[in-house]
């Protein structure tokens, strides 16, 4: 490819990584992860009530990495608070899976930026053959692409199978139990699931500017002994 191309490519393959770590910077520390809605308990039995009864037992909830917003209703009006996970729910939620998302999305931070960098470094630079070069470029991207995948897995499983939502709902609260009764993810988890749609876009072009896979490198054919052959 001639050197103009793989200048615009890769500094639009720049462009793109920065975004991605300007988007997951912004995302990560956004409360619109999760939004939601927890139906008031009394004892041991759900409320039992239909329409715009029903409503008045049903609280809001959202919540993101670090803080949220709870709305608990069960029929005497909205008690609306906010909360905050470090250091008060600590407790009450699987910290060691909640922080380990945390490092996941400072990781897609940091390697989307350090790919931004060499991505330049390779369309205006001479980059060695070492993972400042091509190789690295797959290298970066693969890193960042596969931290904002495993956020949205890991996430997902602290929402889903570690109940998240109906463990904040319940939190501090002596006199009701409240249940799940909607739930669904916000914009700044759909955010990390665009990036790494971008992430692998990048991927795409790189190799569109025909820089092959470190892995799929051939072998040099050893060099002929023909001139040992004429000795003999």
């Not at 906010?82 to 699987?94: G, Q």
């Not at 904040?168 to 669904?184: D, G």
Request: overall charge positive; glycine content about 10%; hydrophobic content about 50%.
């Amino acid at each position: 490819m001639p050197s103009r191309q793989k200048q615009l490519l890769f500094s639009v393959c720049a462009l793109l990584a920065f975004s991605c770590a300007l988007t997951a910077a912004v995302a990560t520390g956004l409360p619109f992860w999760v939004s939601g809605a927890a139906l008031c308990r009394t004892g041991a039995e759900l409320v039992n009530a239909t329409g715009p009864e029903l409503d008045k037992f049903v609280g809001e909830l959202s919540y993101g990495l670090f803080q949220g917003r709870r709305v608990k209703q069960c029929g005497l009006g909205g008690r609306s608070s906010r909360f905050s996970f470090f250091p008060d729910l600590l407790s009450a939620i699987p910290a060691g899976l909640h922080i380990t998302v945390i490092f996941f999305c400072g990781a897609v931070i940091l390697f989307s930026s350090v790919a931004t960098g060499f991505f330049f470094f390779n369309a205006f630079g001479r980059p060695y053959e070492t993972l400042q070069g091509p190789m690295g470029l797959y290298v970066w991207t693969l890193i960042s692409g596969a931290s904002s995948c495993l956020v949205l897995v890991l996430f997902a499983a602290e929402v889903k199978l570690h109940r998240l939502s109906q463990r904040i709902a319940n939190f501090n609260e002596v006199n009701f139990a409240f249940q799940t009764h909607a739930e669904r993810y916000d914009r700044c988890f759909w955010l990390f699931f665009l990036i790494f749609l971008l992430h692998a876009v990048n991927g795409l072009l790189i190799r569109l500017a025909g820089v092959t896979l470190p892995f799929s490198r051939h072998k040099e054919a050893p060099l002929s002994g023909g001139a040992a052959d004429l000795m003999y």
